[in-house]
């Protein structure tokens, strides 16, 4: 006969318990037929033992629950996963002859992999998190480095499996409580994520971000608390380079990264610092959820592609605001089925060296702008087939690439995927440094310049600037003091009233006018003047023009329009307060 269950019928035994322990602690039965582990999930005392103890006969058709729970007894409990017999038995030996088999076939349950994580999250006000935006970011140039062909689906056509693994989801959703923890400064509850996942029919997944959350706040809060001083919170960073010629146009190649937390370590008891700059430097933090704990995981992180690429990208064009950056922190929390505040999360830190980044500006730079210079171009962004296949990346540690049936059958195997906008390298949305990015690159690049005793083109042109505006300063004096030189020709007199009546611009425009109609005719007379010390004169050389003079002196050249004489004879030569110019006051 088929026998209702209202809620969860039991519980999973551990590893270490046989049938026989485990029917005991919840029937008093003996262990002489197997049972189901389908059936239960995550309780340390079978939830029905108070109505198997009670005595069970052939004509009950539903079981009531006893109310008895596991350590973890806040969470809802996750229904049954499929359909399966299972077995009640009755406290003594002679009703456990007599079982009751349970028909379970017609239980619909709810399949958790087809539930939007993403939107889930977004209905979290202050969880929203997602990747950076607006560039080239370490998921997004993985793909490619490992095989370019598995980098045009996934970063180019950004497709993506249609249902996402549980795994994923259940990153996500912790990350999203982290932010929530962290964000909110203990105002906010971090299991506000794992009730949006039960509202959205998730059971399961909320209950094990609960108990990812309680392990890694039960074993790391308190030292969180006392030795953490949080710089930034869910924070993209990002950095420029080239500029490099990128569908036709040049334009500047943003390296993006979202990081965690940024924070500065502490001694407990020592003062937390202002927002902004750390003298102690600051630590990145990185989550990361995983089934166990051992040597190949701890093995992954060593030059790992994010962590090294967050780096560079911070170093680059971060490390003045925040401080040096001094490595990244990893915590690894474990996905189990009961809360551990000992073995249940791990922690690593993670160094950068100063290899690490010059490996990342001098191969995953090129990369990243392989990758966006290929995505704008139309001929590789319609055919999969211009781009290299690498065959040894086609089996990876967790099976088979997910693209292996895309690489084989071509567009006629897209219908199987979905496309992630927030995956795709698309290079006419590429964010652009503002000019203060600008000049900060070219101050820093100038200054590293002159540290290591390189001239490069922006030290080269700073220094030409300033020996063109002291070789133009000399021009204007030493033409200043010769008598029959245009200055001289004008008569303090004539802008007298100017000066008095209208305002400086004009009277440049005036003076500007005169020296030209008092130097008409004389377009093309060269003037060569030998200036400087009488033991090693210097030759200036100076030409008049229709629009001004052009002079040459000590290999360099400029031109000095009739304006700009004008703006320096009533500036320095020309003195309204004595109504005569500044030669003739001396003398």
Not at 131 to 158: D, F, I, N, Q, T
Not at 176 to 187: P, S
């Amino acid at each position: 006969m088929a026998v209702k269950i209202l809620g969860l019928c039991g519980a999973q035994p551990e590893a270490n318990d046989t049938l026989t322990q485990w029917l005991t602690m919840c029937a008093g039965v003996d262990g002489s037929n197997t049972l189901p582990t389908q059936l239960h999930q995550r309780c340390a005392t079978c939830e029905y033992a108070n109505v198997a103890q009670s005595g069970l006969t052939q004509n009950t058709t539903t079981l009531e629950p006893a109310g008895i729970m596991g350590p973890d007894s806040t969470l809802p409990q996750a229904p049954v996963q499929e359909s399966v017999a299972a077995v009640v038995h009755k406290r003594d030996a002679q009703a456990a002859e007599n079982m009751l088999t349970i028909d379970l076939t017609n239980i619909k349950l709810p399949d958790e992999t087809t539930i939007d994580i993403d939107a889930v999250l977004k209905g979290v006000l202050g969880a929203e998190g997602g990747p950076s935006e607006g560039g080239v970011s370490p998921h997004k140039l993985e793909p490619y480095m490992l095989c370019e062909r598995k980098g045009y689906w996934a970063s180019v056509r950004g497709l993506t499996r249609k249902t996402k693994p549980s795994y994923f989801s259940i990153g996500s959703a912790f990350h999203a409580a982290m932010e929530l923890y962290f964000g909110g400064g203990g105002r906010r509850d971090p299991f506000e994520v794992t009730d949006a996942l039960l509202a959205a029919g998730a059971p399961e997944m909320a209950g094990q971000v609960k108990r990812m959350i309680h392990s890694y706040l039960g074993k790391y809060g308190v030292e969180m608390a006392a030795c953490w001083d949080i710089r930034a919170i869910e924070q993209q960073f990002t950095h420029f380079e080239g500029p490099f010629r990128i569908g036709g146009k040049s334009m500047y190649l943003p390296m993006t990264c979202r990081i965690d937390l940024l924070t500065a370590l502490l001694n407990p008891g020592q003062p937390r610092q202002p927002y902004g700059h750390h003298p102690n430097g600051v630590w990145m933090l990185d989550y990361k959820t995983a089934s166990r704990y051992d040597a190949n995981l701890v093995s992954s992180y060593n030059r790992n592609v994010q962590f090294r690429m967050n780096a560079y990208i911070f170093a680059k064009s971060h490390a003045d605001k925040w401080g040096k950056l001094n490595g990244v922190i990893v915590d690894i929390v474990l996905k189990k089925r009961k809360i551990d505040k000992q073995n249940g999360a791990e922690r690593l830190q993670v160094s950068v060296s100063d290899v690490d980044l010059q490996d990342v500006e001098d191969y995953y730079v090129r990369c990243a702008y392989e990758l966006a210079a290929k995505a704008a171009d139309a001929t590789y962004a319609k055919d999969y087939r211009m781009w290299d296949c690498n065959d040894a990346a086609c089996q990876g540690k967790y099976g088979p690439c997910p693209y292996y049936d895309l690489c084989d059958y071509g567009e006629s195997m897209v219908s199987q995927y979905r496309v992630a906008p927030s995956h795709i390298v698309d290079p006419s949305k590429f964010l652009q440094p503002q000019k203060q990015e600008l000049q900060r690159r070219k101050d820093a690049r100038i200054k590293q310049a002159e540290e290591a005793g390189v001239e490069t083109a922006e030290t080269k042109r700073k220094k030409n600037t300033e020996l063109r505006k002291e070789n133009k300063a000399l021009v204007l004096h030493f033409i200043e003091t010769e008598e029959d030189r245009p200055f001289h020709l004008v008569k303090p007199s004539e802008l007298s009233e100017a000066l008095e009546n209208e305002k400086q611009p004009v009277v440049r425009k005036l003076v500007a006018q005169i020296i030209q109609d008092r130097c008409a005719g004389t377009a093309g007379t060269k003037y060569i003047m030998m200036v400087g010390a009488e033991d090693a004169p210097e030759e200036l050389g100076i030409t008049y023009k229709e629009t001004g003079l052009s002079w040459q002196f000590r290999s360099m050249k400029g031109t000095l329009s009739w304006s700009v004489l004008a703006k320096y004879l009533t500036r320095h030569w020309w003195d309204p307060a004595t109504n005569e110019t500044s030669s003739a006051s001396r003398k």
